[in-house]
């Protein structure tokens, strides 16, 4: 079955960044959207960025645009999210979805992807 899993989280300051990275396994990489998703402390999940592997074409929430850039390697079945100036409110649970039919989740919680990681910890300190 498929399999995703996230590393590269971590603590950092304001103005800092980190890279995450999230490996695909258990199924042909190609012909999906890959994306990125966080949940901070007592909120609800949020989509952050996708990618599509054939094309690498991307989307991201407004939060995140101009600071935050998705990318891929398809040879390794990896998709990366590079988190560049990095504010306080960025702390939250990242999670690597795969199938991604939308950023935007529904007012219950639930968020159409197919499949997701275990999750990765970003904390940003001021």
């Known amino acids: 079955q498929v399999q995703l899993a996230e590393s590269g989280g971590g603590s950092v300051q304001a103005g800092g960044s980190l890279r995450l990275a999230c490996v695909v396994s258990?199924?042909?990489?190609?012909?999906?959207?890959m994306g990125w998703f966080r949940q901070p402390p007592g909120k609800e999940r949020e989509g952050v960025a996708q990618?599509?592997?054939?094309?690498?074409?991307?989307s991201y929430a407004d939060s995140v645009k101009g600071r935050f850039t998705i990318s891929q390697d398809n040879a390794k079945s990896t998709v990366y999210l590079q988190m560049n100036m990095l504010k306080p409110e960025d702390s939250a649970m990242y999670y690597c979805?795969?199938?991604?039919?939308?950023?935007?989740?529904?007012?219950?919680?639930?968020?159409?992807?197919?499949?997701w990681g275990q999750g990765t910890q970003v904390t940003v300190s001021s």
């Open positions: 979805a795969r199938d991604v039919q939308s950023l935007s989740c529904h007012d219950d919680g639930y968020c159409p992807v197919g499949y």
């Open positions: 990618i599509y592997t054939d094309d690498g074409g991307t």
């Open positions: 258990g199924h042909t990489y190609s012909g999906s959207f």
